[in-house]
């Protein structure tokens, strides 16, 4: 079992739905990643949590420590959403990051 | 914040060669992390980069076949050696600033 699991694996919608991505992880952390990377391989960090809630524009990240989980949701979604989403931990004090397998999301027009 | 870049962006070699992947940072860093994606995976870490003593390799992953160098605060390489097909995948370098993540573009390699 990996240490890192995201659901779904892929995931399709309409443009202008709501997405909800879902990560769990099964080890203590510091810190939990999300990520987005484009079909040229680029990676950005969308955000970083260590408790509650993030907010940027029409991306929200959640984290619940307690039950070593955390969503992605997407309001609005927008055809330019579509990329990978990869959810990824840190743990202790090490800086080196543990990633998901991560989840396919094609937002259609 | 950290910009990253990395040489070359994609290569072509064939198997029983050697590549090496160059990443320079904007800022002086003290970790620099190499992953691989192997097509279709996500990512995996091969070794983590301090500047000054030996990298730290991830179980699975060894210096003969993917030597680091780290000569200064803002620069490392990664070399694949004796490459086989296996070894086609994206090699990212990566930093930490702020307790922010920050990834180069990717070195799309393909071993013939």
């Known amino acids: 079992k990996n240490e890192v699991e995201q659901s779904p694996q892929n995931l399709t919608a309409q443009e202008g739905e709501f997405i909800t991505i879902n990560c769990s992880y099964s080890?203590?952390?510091?810190?939990l990643h999300w990520l987005q990377q484009h079909p040229g391989g680029g990676i950005v960090s969308l955000f970083m949590l260590s408790s509650g809630k993030k907010k940027h524009g029409r991306l929200i990240a959640t984290i619940n420590i307690q039950e070593k989980h955390s969503s992605l949701h997407i309001t609005a979604s927008h055809p330019r959403d579509s990329a990978v989403y990869i959810c990824?931990?840190?743990?202790?004090?090490?800086?080196?990051?543990?990633f998901g397998q991560g989840t396919r999301l094609t937002i259609n027009p | 914040s950290a910009v990253i870049s990395q040489k070359p962006s994609r290569d072509i070699c064939q198997r029983g060669t050697s590549l090496t992947i160059q990443c320079q940072v904007d800022?002086?860093?003290?970790?620099m992390f190499w992953y691989r994606q192997q097509p279709g995976q996500s990512l995996t870490l091969i070794a983590t980069a301090n500047q000054g003593s030996e990298a730290t390799y991830e179980s699975g992953f060894v210096i003969d076949k993917f030597p680091i160098s780290r000569p200064n605060l803002t620069f490392s390489t990664l070399t694949v050696s004796n490459m086989s097909p296996e070894d086609s995948s994206i090699y990212l370098c990566s930093v930490s600033a702020g307790g922010e993540q920050y990834f180069g573009p990717g070195t799309r390699l393909t071993v013939t």
């Open positions: 080890v203590g952390i510091s810190a």
């Open positions: 990824a931990v840190s743990a202790g004090g090490a800086q080196k990051l543990v």
């Open positions: 800022s002086q860093v003290t970790m």
